[in-house]
């Protein structure tokens, strides 16, 4: 199992938009995110916002995926793959800055 994180700022400007975001999410979406997973080649996700001392939040979110997967290609699955889910889920989700890459991995750890 190989997993990777990343984290993004949500301004404390949009903080409750963001947070009815992954409400709605959880409510209605959660197939959608599933089959995404399934079909981009990740096992597991978990999603944090970690509230900031000015009242903004950092979103964390950690994925775990097969060994051997490489980062880049992965990426690129991620950010390409279209759905119904992803054309409901995207526009939004980039509306708060989403990351064009996952950036390089210092540190994997695997138990």
């Known amino acids: 199992m190989t997993s990777t994180a990343w984290t993004f700022t949500i301004p404390r400007s949009r903080v409750q938009e963001f947070r009815d975001l992954l409400a709605d999410l959880n409510r209605d979406h959660l197939p959608g995110l599933d089959t995404r997973a399934r079909e981009v080649g990740y096992l597991r996700e978990r999603m944090w916002l970690q509230p900031g001392e000015d009242g903004g939040a950092e979103f964390i979110v950690y994925l775990e995926f097969d060994e051997g997967v490489d980062l880049a290609?992965?990426?690129?699955?991620?950010?390409?793959?279209?759905?119904?889910?992803?054309?409901?889920?995207?526009?939004?989700?980039?509306?708060?800055?989403i990351p064009t890459s996952f950036g390089e991995p210092l540190l994997s750890w695997d138990a």
Request: charged share 30%.
């Open 73 to 97: 290609d992965f990426s690129e699955r991620l950010l390409a793959y279209e759905s119904e889910f992803t054309r409901w889920w995207t526009p939004r989700f980039a509306s708060f800055g």
